[in-house]
């Protein structure tokens, strides 16, 4: 809590008024905003939750939440939205059709890299301080070293350059979280997002095999959606030490993708009862990037060393979460018919 005061105080000596400080998130109804909503609804602060669809709010709040329903790619829409912003957090983001952020295409670059430079131009010439901007990014914009980059990883790298040359030129105070594969149950809304133990999880519940496009060996690092919206609140609390820099977020822990989505399937076997669900290797997609075959580095001590910030649900937790979150959906389900 007493971070919380702080981030409140900070932002309040930089609009160098009485007022509370407004705080802006873009993308406020995807699968990290609410979680982030959640954690800035205990502070201080105006929020301003700006969606294209509606993004509810916690049932007790001590921040004044407003909702702002809005097309950011209609001109002239994030400038009205950021208005009189003392910090914008921008997890607004477009990952293409069907097959995720592989196909992330002219669409996706007009979401992931045209809202960056409209962000950075409606700030350039304020008559007012520096707004802090904290930016969702990617850990595939790390690396692997030496391997092609998916078309998602370059967009985020392209706004993540925008970002960083705005800082420098004094227009914002930014900084960048590249954050490792967030997973769990959103607050507020209960979704799973689209992420690959969400799609597992609910093949294990229909008793398909999981599949695997190698031989399981592949690590990731797995970070819960309650410890990246919590980051990125801590970020703003601590942006003088992160400002200008890129800063990777993640558990610090990389497993392999086999022995979790076996975990994965016991945690559902568990609670529907049913022997656990077969893990395979399959013969990948002609779309699989090489990415998919290796493990982006994401190592979070650099971030934690600054702002002291460190994960708190552990993985076994958070895939029990999942499997009783999706058992739970299905029996109201069941129930209703």
Request: net charge neutral; aromatic share 4%; hydrophobic share 45%.
């Amino acid at each position: 809590m007493r971070r919380h005061v702080k981030l409140a105080a900070g932002l309040l000596n930089q609009s160098q008024n009485t007022r509370r400080p407004l705080i802006v998130v873009l993308g406020a109804s995807g699968f990290l905003g609410p979680a982030v909503i959640d954690r800035l609804a205990g502070l201080p602060v105006k929020v301003r939750a700006v969606a294209r669809g509606l993004t509810p709010a916690p049932p007790r709040t001590v921040a004044d939440i407003e909702g702002h329903r809005t097309d950011l790619a209609r001109p002239g829409a994030l400038a009205a939205a950021v208005e009189g912003a003392d910090a914008v957090v921008h997890l607004a983001a477009h990952v293409g059709d069907g097959r995720s952020w592989r196909a992330a295409g002219e669409d996706s670059e007009q979401v992931n890299v045209g809202l960056m430079r409209d962000l950075v131009t409606a700030f350039e010439h304020r008559d007012a301080p520096a707004p802090a901007v904290v930016f969702a990014s990617t850990a595939q914009a790390a690396g692997p070293g030496g391997l092609p980059r998916a078309a998602y990883a370059r967009q985020k790298m392209a706004a993540e350059e925008l970002l960083r040359e705005a800082t420098a030129r004094g227009a914002v105070r930014g900084a960048v979280l590249r954050l490792s594969t967030v997973y769990g149950r959103s607050p507020l809304t209960g979704s799973l997002g689209r992420g690959v133990l969400a799609a597992m999880a609910r093949r294990a519940l229909d008793d398909a095999p999981l599949t695997m496009w190698h031989d399981g060996t592949v690590e990731r690092d797995f970070l819960h959606v309650r410890d990246a919206a919590r980051a990125f609140v801590t970020a703003l609390d601590h942006l003088p030490g992160l400002q200008g820099g890129d800063w990777s977020v993640g558990s610090g822990s990389r497993v392999q993708l086999g022995d979790v989505f076996r975990s994965l399937a016991d945690a559902v076997a568990e609670r529907t009862g049913r022997p656990p669900v077969p893990v395979l290797s399959v013969e990948p997609p002609d779309f699989a990037a090489a990415g998919d075959f290796h493990t982006p580095e994401c190592d979070p001590a650099a971030f934690g060393a600054v702002t002291g910030w460190s994960p708190a649900v552990p993985l076994h937790d958070g895939l029990d979460e999942l499997a009783a979150e999706l058992v739970a959906a299905q029996a109201s389900t069941s129930r209703e018919r």
